[in-house]
C-alpha cells in the first residue's frame, strides 16, 4: 500500500461525519464527483444516492464518458437539459454585461449555480436530506455551491467530501485507484467545459508550467494556424449576437461555431493570475475564442451606440455585475437589479462587425449600426458640420473654473 493510499484511508477513517440517508450529488463524471458516490457508501453509508447530471453545454462526449462512468459506480445519473437555459439567459446576460472578472469570462461560476440551483431544486423533489458536491477546499466552487443549496433547499446537510476529508489530488486518485473508480484526467485538475469557456486544470496550473497542445480543444498555438487570414461577420440585435456571417441562429449554435472557427486562428487562450474568493492567487487557464470575440465586438458596437454617461456609469455596473457573480452572488437582489439596468441600455445596441482574424490577433475591418451616435457629418474635421466659432463662449465659460483655480494659487503662494 502506498504512503498517499494510507494517508488518504487514515483522514477519511479518523474524520467523522454526518448521518446521511438520502444524499442528492451533483454529478458530472470528473474525479471529485465520482470518488464522492464511493465515500457516500463507504463512509457516509447513504441509504440512497442519487446522482444528478446537468447538461449545460458541456457536450455530448463529455456528458457519455460520466455515464459510463456511473455505469461502473453502478449508479443511474437523473439527466437535466439545462442548455437552453444556460445560453438563452445566463449567458446572454454575461455578454449584455461585458461578463469580465480580472480577464476571465465570467462562465464557470455561472454553470456552477445553474447546477447547484437544479441539484437543489431535485433533491427537494425527492426528498434528500444532504446536497453532496465535488469542491476542494481549496477552490472557489464550495462557496457558490453552497450559498445556491441554501437558497433553494434550505435546512439540508451540505457536504463536500474532498474538502470535509482534506485530501489532496494525489490522495483522491490513490483511493480511486484502489477501490475501482475510473480516472480520465487528460490533466491534473481536469477541466471545466462550457461552450463559453472551458477552464482548464483550475488550482493545478504551476507558476512556469508550460502547456501542452494536446489539452486545447479549440485553439491552435498562432505558429500552427492558418497562413490566410479569414474575415468573420457578426450581426447583434438588442445587445446579443444573432447572426455570423448573414446567417441566423440561437446562441447556442452560434457560439460553439465560433470556438471552432475563431479558436483554429490561434484565439482564445487566457492565462492570467486570479484573485479567487479567498483572495488568495492562483495562475488559471482558460480557452475561450468564441468569448473573446463576441466580448471585443459587443463592446466596440456599444462605444458606437450608447452615450458617454452611459458608457462610464455602465462600466462600474459591469465590475460589479461580474464580482458577484463570480462570488457565488446570482440569486442575489442587486445582482438582478444591476440586470435591469444592462437590459435597458442594450435597445440600441445594433449592428453589424466584421472582424479580420489571423495568428491570434483580431483586427476590426468594417463597423455599421442604423442606431449608432458616430456621427461625422457634425463631427469630422472633413465637414462644415456646425460654426466652429460658437465653441469660443463654450470654451471660455468651461475654461472659468481654470481662472478661479489659478487666482486661489496665486494667493496661496504669497502667503
Known amino acids: 500500500m502506498s504512503d498517499l493510499l494510507k494517508s488518504a484511508l487514515k483522514k477519511v477513517e479518523e474524520t467523522s461525519v454526518p448521518k446521511v440517508n438520502v444524499a442528492a450529488l451533483a454529478y458530472s463524471g470528473g474525479l471529485d464527483s465520482s470518488l464522492a458516490v464511493e465515500l457516500l457508501?463507504?463512509?457516509?453509508?447513504?441509504?440512497?444516492?442519487?446522482?444528478?447530471?446537468?447538461?449545460?453545454?458541456?457536450?455530448?462526449?463529455?456528458?457519455?464518458?460520466?455515464?459510463?462512468?456511473?455505469?461502473?459506480?453502478?449508479?443511474?445519473?437523473?439527466?437535466?437539459?439545462?442548455?437552453?437555459?444556460?445560453?438563452?439567459?445566463?449567458?446572454?446576460?454575461?455578454?449584455?454585461?461585458?461578463?469580465?472578472?480580472?480577464?476571465?469570462?465570467?462562465?464557470?461560476?455561472?454553470?456552477?449555480?445553474?447546477?447547484?440551483?437544479?441539484?437543489?431544486?431535485?433533491?427537494?423533489?425527492?426528498?434528500?436530506?444532504?446536497?453532496?458536491?465535488?469542491?476542494?477546499?481549496?477552490?472557489?466552487?464550495?462557496?457558490?455551491?453552497?450559498?445556491?443549496?441554501?437558497?433553494?433547499?434550505?435546512?439540508?446537510?451540505?457536504?463536500?467530501?474532498?474538502?470535509?476529508?482534506?485530501?489532496?489530488?494525489a490522495e483522491e486518485e490513490a483511493l480511486c485507484t484502489s477501490w475501482g473508480v475510473p480516472v480520465l484526467e487528460v490533466i491534473t485538475g481536469g477541466d471545466d467545459k462550457t461552450m463559453w469557456c472551458r477552464s482548464i486544470a483550475s488550482g493545478a496550473i504551476d507558476l512556469n508550467m508550460e502547456i501542452p497542445d494536446s489539452v486545447w480543444m479549440w485553439y491552435a498555438p498562432p505558429e500552427k494556424a492558418p497562413d490566410k487570414p479569414e474575415i468573420v461577420e457578426i450581426t447583434y440585435e438588442k445587445g446579443l449576437p444573432v447572426a455570423v456571417n448573414g446567417k441566423r441562429m440561437l446562441l447556442k449554435d452560434l457560439?460553439?461555431?465560433?470556438?471552432?472557427?475563431?479558436?483554429?486562428?490561434?484565439?482564445?487562450?487566457?492565462?492570467?493570475?486570479?484573485?479567487?474568493?479567498?483572495?488568495?492567487?492562483?495562475?488559471?487557464?482558460?480557452?475561450?475564442?468564441?468569448?473573446?470575440?463576441?466580448?471585443?465586438?459587443?463592446?466596440?458596437?456599444?462605444?458606437?451606440?450608447?452615450?458617454?454617461?452611459?458608457?462610464?456609469?455602465?462600466?462600474?455596473?459591469?465590475?460589479?455585475?461580474?464580482?458577484?457573480?463570480?462570488?457565488?452572488?446570482?440569486?442575489?437582489?442587486?445582482?438582478?437589479?444591476?440586470?435591469?439596468?444592462?437590459?435597458?441600455?442594450q435597445d440600441m445596441v445594433n449592428g453589424t462587425i466584421k472582424v479580420k482574424l489571423y495568428k491570434g490577433n483580431t483586427e476590426i475591418v468594417y463597423r455599421d449600426s442604423k442606431t449608432s451616435l458616430f456621427s461625422p457629418e457634425i463631427r469630422s474635421i472633413k465637414s462644415s458640420g456646425f460654426s466652429q466659432p460658437m465653441c469660443a463662449d463654450a470654451a471660455k465659460i468651461r475654461g472659468l473654473q481654470f481662472e478661479i483655480l489659478a487666482k486661489r494659487e496665486q494667493i496661496a503662494n504669497k502667503k
Not at 449545460?56 to 437552453?84: F, H, R, S, Y
Not at 441539484?119 to 427537494?124: F, L, Q, R, T
Not at 487562450?269 to 480557452?287: A, P, Q
Open 41 to 169: 457508501r463507504r463512509k457516509y453509508k447513504a441509504e440512497k444516492i442519487i446522482p444528478i447530471t446537468v447538461d449545460v453545454g458541456q457536450g455530448e462526449e463529455e456528458i457519455q464518458t460520466g455515464i459510463e462512468k456511473a455505469k461502473i459506480l453502478k449508479v443511474d445519473p437523473i439527466m437535466i437539459d439545462a442548455k437552453d437555459e444556460f445560453t438563452e439567459e445566463w449567458m446572454a446576460k454575461a455578454i449584455m454585461a461585458n461578463s469580465d472578472y480580472m480577464g476571465y469570462p465570467v462562465s464557470t461560476s455561472m454553470t456552477r449555480q445553474l447546477i447547484a440551483r437544479k441539484v437543489a431544486e431535485k433533491a427537494v423533489e425527492m426528498g434528500a436530506d444532504a446536497l453532496v458536491e465535488g469542491s476542494t477546499g481549496k477552490g472557489n466552487d464550495q462557496y457558490r455551491m453552497h450559498n445556491v443549496f441554501t437558497m433553494f433547499a434550505p435546512g439540508r446537510k451540505v457536504i463536500a467530501p474532498v474538502r470535509d476529508f482534506d485530501l489532496i489530488r
Open 255 to 345: 457560439v460553439p461555431l465560433l470556438n471552432e472557427k475563431v479558436g483554429a486562428h490561434g484565439i482564445g487562450l487566457i492565462d492570467i493570475f486570479e484573485e479567487g474568493i479567498m483572495n488568495l492567487k492562483s495562475r488559471e487557464l482558460y480557452e475561450a475564442p468564441a468569448a473573446e470575440l463576441i466580448l471585443k465586438t459587443h463592446r466596440d458596437l456599444e462605444q458606437m451606440c450608447l452615450t458617454k454617461e452611459e458608457l462610464l456609469f455602465k462600466k462600474s455596473v459591469e465590475q460589479k455585475w461580474a464580482y458577484m457573480v463570480y462570488h457565488g452572488e446570482w440569486f442575489h437582489p442587486l445582482r438582478k437589479a444591476l440586470d435591469a439596468f444592462v437590459a435597458e441600455t
